[in-house]
């Protein structure tokens, strides 16, 4: 039985690198970190949002603070596979996650606003009180190739790499495959550094000889500005969100 965090305080730290760059800090960490409990697995979300998109757009104003909701699973999910309910917020650039974990059926029965397990602990209420205020509905699920490591040394510095970013805005449901529309290029990897300190010298010095820049990159918020936006602003009396 795999080990699942529940709660996480954390700086993340974004980097795009093609495939080659990727390759090279893949072997650069081969000796200072290891595979995580899932390896390499496929990763798809599903987004919270309310009709008008309120919440990715307060987000892409870069607030100091700002949360948002997500349905996030392992691989296509079964009904009563392990699935998890995650509220992730950012305060002055610290991450803090909150995330729950039940069979499928039950989120689904929980996100539909039908009597569930879970919502009576701490995490629970926080996700209630989320949906009260917002009465968010899925708009959008993401899913993604990743590989994941942890460090050596430092249990709290975890490092991943994400490929095949893709979306679709129908066909929500976790359970009808992880198919839709690329995000990224197919050369392309996302970087993102977890740490509850400092990112380490060795990673550093390779972004640094490679100049390599820190990325503001959402997958939801890209998903937003170059597809749903898009989308609402060429519909005839659609909602215009700007």
């Not at 870069?62 to 349905?71: A, D, F, H, I």
Request: proline content about 5%; charged content about 30%.
């Amino acid at each position: 039985m795999k080990d699942f965090t529940t709660v996480f305080k954390r700086y993340e730290q974004k980097y795009i690198l093609d495939r080659d760059q990727a390759a090279r800090l893949s072997g650069l960490a081969e000796d200072k970190m290891h595979p995580d409990a899932f390896g390499k697995s496929t990763i798809c979300s599903v987004y919270f949002d309310t009709d008008d998109y309120r919440i990715i757009r307060a987000s892409l104003e870069k607030p100091v603070y700002k949360e948002k909701l997500r349905l996030r699973c392992y691989g296509i999910p079964k009904s009563e596979d392990k699935v998890f309910l995650e509220l992730k917020k950012k305060y002055k650039g610290v991450v803090y996650k909150r995330r729950i974990g039940m069979p499928l059926r039950n989120a689904a029965d929980w996100m539909d606003g039908k009597p569930g397990e879970g919502r009576e602990c701490q995490i629970g209420r926080e996700i209630e009180y989320f949906m009260r205020f917002y009465q968010p509905l899925p708009k959008a699920f993401i899913a993604y190739e990743r590989e994941a490591f942890y460090d050596n040394i430092d249990p709290n510095l975890r490092l991943t790499v994400d490929s095949g970013i893709r979306m679709r805005t129908n066909r929500l449901s976790p359970t009808l495959g992880c198919e839709g529309t690329p995000i990224i290029r197919n050369d392309e990897r996302l970087i993102e550094i977890k740490t509850a300190g400092a990112i380490p010298l060795w990673l550093c010095g390779f972004f640094e000889q490679n100049g390599i820049v820190p990325t503001s990159f959402s997958k939801y918020g890209t998903c937003y500005t170059d597809y749903i936006f898009p989308e609402l602003r060429n519909l005839k009396g659609g909602i215009i969100c700007a």
